[in-house]
């Protein structure tokens, strides 16, 4: 069992080195799948646990990799895959298992899925994704445990998703990469990452336009080739550093970090009195003034990212007055309220909407981390919470942060990661 524990008071002041985006290097590894020659390098890779999960079953499908910690590089050889079924006790514990079923169809003609798994949020279909490789050719047989999509070769099509999913524009992006003919994907995801596999997808051979604007075009090519390609910054690590400067009243320098990328993030993190300036590649970011209340309303890109929520309703607690959150991309997001109620805050849940009700000063307390956004939230609370905060569990939290620890303890703060009780192990 692994737990964060956390005492509050210092400001943090210093210097973070953003990770590279889990959203970006799952999809990627999945990409990577796609070639069935040669070897893909993946540079600035994020040593976190969803990561070493997609090692994992990599593996189990044939392909060879090497996460080489320290350099943060991934490389990877698929040009054997040897099995389409993506096993049930790896697949259910990230989100990004789904990324590798294009690549099972195109290069085994079948994918058995025994389940995705990913931060429990409410309701997170994938209707989008089969309905769409069906779109394209391929069967897709259901039953309560397992999805086999079968395949003999695919063929470019319309398709139309009802809502931007970030990781269904991915899979049906890479689907098409190699079906005949040409596919158009209306309404699709516009997120930095998306646009971030789509360039490396290009580099492999893939022909792809319209990356950004929300009709993506896919002209199918006969084979894709491995590439090195350099993951882009995390804009959730970055939002999440940035929040704890200003909770804490800190300054910190987020080298890495896209200021860009951040969107309204930034814009409402300036509304509460907090202050960016970008020196080069270099983002500075401290707090102003004291904590002003703010409103936000989660939505696709270029929309308030929903997984800077979490954490912006903790910066919220802080905040002098009255604030506003309405969560629109999932239905079961807001476990964080009771937690940090349980820290004296003031968060009162109605439906899809909260209201944060501050300044209350937050005492330390043992909180559950019930996802991976709200694992990081409670970190924050923590870290402008009187007395010491435990967390866990911080596996949800690793899912997503590398060596969160070390840096935040960089920038002073009072924080240790531990695994108990069977090994004692203090990190
Ligand atoms: C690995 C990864 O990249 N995860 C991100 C990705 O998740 P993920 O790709 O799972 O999120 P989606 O964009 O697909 O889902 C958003 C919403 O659309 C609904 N939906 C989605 C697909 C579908 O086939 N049918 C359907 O109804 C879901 O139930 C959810 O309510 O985007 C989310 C929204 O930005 C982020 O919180 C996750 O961090
Ligand atoms: C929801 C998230 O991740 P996943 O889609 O991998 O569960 C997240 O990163 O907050």
């Known amino acids: 069992?692994?737990?964060?524990?956390?005492?509050?008071?210092?400001a943090l002041r210093g210097t973070a080195f953003i990770q590279g985006a889990k959203n970006a290097v799952l999809p990627m590894i999945g990409a990577a799948l796609l070639a069935a020659k040669g070897r893909t390098v993946l540079r600035n890779v994020p040593i976190i646990e969803d990561v070493r999960r997609a090692v994992e079953l990599a593996h189990t499908i044939g392909a060879k990799c090497e996460l080489h910690e320290a350099e943060r590089t991934l490389v990877i050889d698929a040009s054997e895959l040897t099995s389409a079924k993506l096993p049930a006790d790896i697949a259910r514990r990230f989100r990004g298992s789904v990324l590798?079923?294009?690549?099972?169809?195109?290069?085994?003609?079948?994918?058995?899925?025994?389940?995705?798994?990913?931060c429990n949020l409410g309701s997170r279909n994938l209707d989008f994704h089969y309905?769409?490789?069906?779109?394209?050719?391929?069967?897709?047989?259901?039953?309560?445990t397992v999805i086999h999509v079968k395949a003999a070769g695919l063929t470019g099509a319309k398709l139309y998703l009802d809502t931007p999913s970030h990781t269904g524009t991915e899979n049906l992006i890479m689907a098409a990469a190699l079906a005949k003919g040409t596919t158009v994907i209306e309404n699709a995801a516009l997120e930095p990452e998306v646009l971030d596999v789509i360039e490396m997808l290009t580099r492999m051979g893939a022909r792809i336009s319209g990356g950004g604007t929300g009709f993506i075009t896919v002209e199918g090519v006969d084979e894709l080739r491995a590439v090195e390609h350099t993951v882009?910054?995390?804009?959730?690590?970055?939002?999440?550093?940035?929040?704890?400067?200003?909770?804490?009243?800190?300054?910190?320098?987020?080298?890495?970090?896209?200021l860009e990328h951040l969107g309204v993030v930034r814009w409402k993190l300036e509304q509460m009195g907090v202050e960016f300036a970008t020196h080069g590649a270099v983002l500075h970011v401290r707090r102003e003034r004291p904590l002003r209340p703010i409103n936000i309303i989660t939505d696709t890109y270029p929309g308030f990212a929903t997984d800077l929520q979490s954490p912006m309703m903790t910066v919220a607690c802080l905040a002098d007055g009255m604030s506003y959150i309405h969560e629109r991309i999932f239905d079961g997001r807001f476990a964080?309220?009771?937690?940090?109620?349980?820290?004296?805050?003031?968060?009162?849940?109605?439906?899809?909407?909260?209201i944060v009700k501050g300044a209350t000063p937050l005492q330390?307390?043992?909180?559950?981390?019930?996802?991976?956004?709200?694992?990081?939230?409670?970190?924050?609370?923590?870290?402008?919470?009187?007395g010491e905060t435990r967390i866990a569990s911080g596996y949800l939290i690793d899912r997503g942060h590398s060596y969160l620890a070390e840096r935040m303890r960089a920038l002073g703060a009072d924080i240790t990661r531990e695994i108990l009780p069977s090994t004692g192990t203090v990190s």
Not at 1 to 10: A, F, K, L, P
Not at 131 to 144: D, M, S, T
Not at 336 to 354: I, P, Q, Y
């Open 336 to 354: 964080l309220a009771g937690e940090l109620n349980k820290m004296g805050a003031d968060v009162e849940v109605d439906g899809s909407r909260a």
């Open 100 to 118: 590798f079923t294009p690549a099972l169809l195109h290069r085994l003609g079948e994918a058995v899925v025994e389940g995705v798994g990913g």
């Open 364 to 386: 330390g307390a043992d909180v559950t981390a019930h996802d991976l956004r709200s694992g990081i939230a409670l970190v924050l609370a923590g870290l402008a919470a009187e």
């Open 131 to 144: 309905l769409g490789y069906k779109r394209l050719g391929a069967a897709v047989e259901e039953n309560e």
């Open 1 to 10: 069992m692994v737990s964060y524990r956390v005492r509050g008071g210092n």
């Open 232 to 258: 882009m910054p995390d804009r959730l690590d970055a939002g999440v550093f940035a929040m704890a400067a200003a909770i804490t009243g800190g300054e910190v320098n987020l080298v890495g970090a896209s």
